[in-house]
């Protein structure tokens, strides 16, 4: 037997839930301590599946294991989950070959909000860089896309945004180079690759819960029945919609050496004719993962800019 009598109690209950209710039968074994892995074992039930019966259940469940179980920003906000064209899931920033890279990730289908075609084309995907630690981002490159064509690709535009334009919704910014979806563009010193891919994000969601259940309890957190070689990606086989930017070095921001801080947003248009930031990414990690379920904490956060967090959200932090 793998785990304790209460879990195994729990365990084979929900290998016969078909006598009962499936639902209340993961949250039961969720709650006796049950690992992920093992839940998906018994049942077949995919992760996505798992944790909705979990984020959905009428009372918490209180387990050291899977209190508040999310998933980074995979599963960050309700004002970004309306289609997943808008919802950010990771960005990363890393050094290329003479150049730096930059890549937003949206549209995952490990959330459920998978939408067609994979951008919208009434959004603007934009990077924010800042040098040597600004309050205010110094370039901001929006990527815009049209309609869907027969074969279902988009057209695109890179727009560059500098000076007094930078933070400007209202500004057009300089056109750096057209594209289409699934083809790699270049123009202007940059080189741009939009298409649907595998998700590159990994992590194992049965270690994540015991953090998480460790954090939401006040207690350390027990690995002792973690063992790394059984560590699995819980996003293996998922998808993302990605946006893959390059600027050369050339770049007179973008130097060698350059000290930058990067985050990125969608915005989506308004019936007024302005633009509404929906979903933010390059904040603090800890609401998505640790109060993945605090709306009056995330909503805002995900609206704002980022010079705004500390007065906003300083103190609650720290207590």
Sequence with gaps: MEGSPGQNGAAEKLRH?????????????AAAGLSLAR???????????????????PDRVRSSSWEGLDVSHHLDTPLASQTGQLYLDD?????????????MDVNSNVNGLFSEPGFHPEARYEFKVHLDGADFEALTYRVSFGEADSGG??????????????????????LVLEGRTGEAASGGGARVWAGRIGDSFYIDLSLLA?????????TAPDLSAWRPENAKNSFASTHVDSIVLEVSHQHPQLRPGARTGVWCATKLAT?????????????????????????DFSDPANTRH?????NAMGQYIGD
């Design 306 to 310: 980022p010079s705004e967090d500390f």
């Design 271 to 295: 019936d007024s004719g302005g633009w509404r930031q929906i979903n933010r990414f390059g904040h603090p990690m800890m609401w998505p993962i640790f109060w993945p379920n605090d709306t």
């Design 210 to 218: 015991i953090v998480n259940g460790a954090v939401a309890n006040g």
């Design 91 to 103: 960005l990363y920033v890393f050094p290329g070959e003479g150049s730096t890279v930059f890549v």
């Design 39 to 57: 839940i998906q074992r018994i049942t077949g039930l995919g992760t996505t599946t798992i944790m909705r019966i979990l984020n959905n259940r």
């Design 17 to 29: 839930w078909e006598s009962g209710s499936r639902d209340d039968a993961v949250r039961e074994a």
């Design 153 to 174: 690709r988009l057209a695109l535009q890179l727009h560059a945004l500098t000076g007094g334009q930078v933070r400007e919704d209202s500004a057009d910014g300089d």
